[in-house]
């Protein structure tokens, strides 16, 4: 599993995931992940391509996670 800190295109570092791969984007972000995934990524997601998120308030970030 690898994690990275996205420094380029939020709908682009989503699409290049592999299973297993976890990227952290800024909390502040999270509003725009959660459309990416369920609204510019829909081509992907009817492919079968899965994420999830957690969202660490301590830290700051929010954690994509690819499943599928």
């Known amino acids: 599993?690898?994690?990275?800190v996205a420094q380029n295109s939020i709908?682009?570092?989503i699409r290049e995931m592999n299973?297993?791969?976890?990227?952290q984007f800024p909390i502040e972000k999270t509003p725009y992940i959660r459309?990416?995934?369920y609204v510019h990524l829909m081509?992907?997601?009817?492919?079968?391509?899965?994420?999830?998120?957690l969202t660490d308030r301590d830290e700051g970030?929010?954690?994509?996670?690819?499943?599928?």
């Open 19 to 23: 299973i297993g791969d976890e990227v």
């Open 61 to 68: 970030t929010v954690i994509v996670r690819r499943t599928a």
């Open 43 to 53: 081509p992907e997601r009817q492919a079968g391509c899965r994420w999830s998120t």
């Open 35 to 37: 459309v990416a995934l």
């Open 11 to 13: 709908v682009g570092t």
């Open 1 to 4: 599993m690898e994690t990275t």
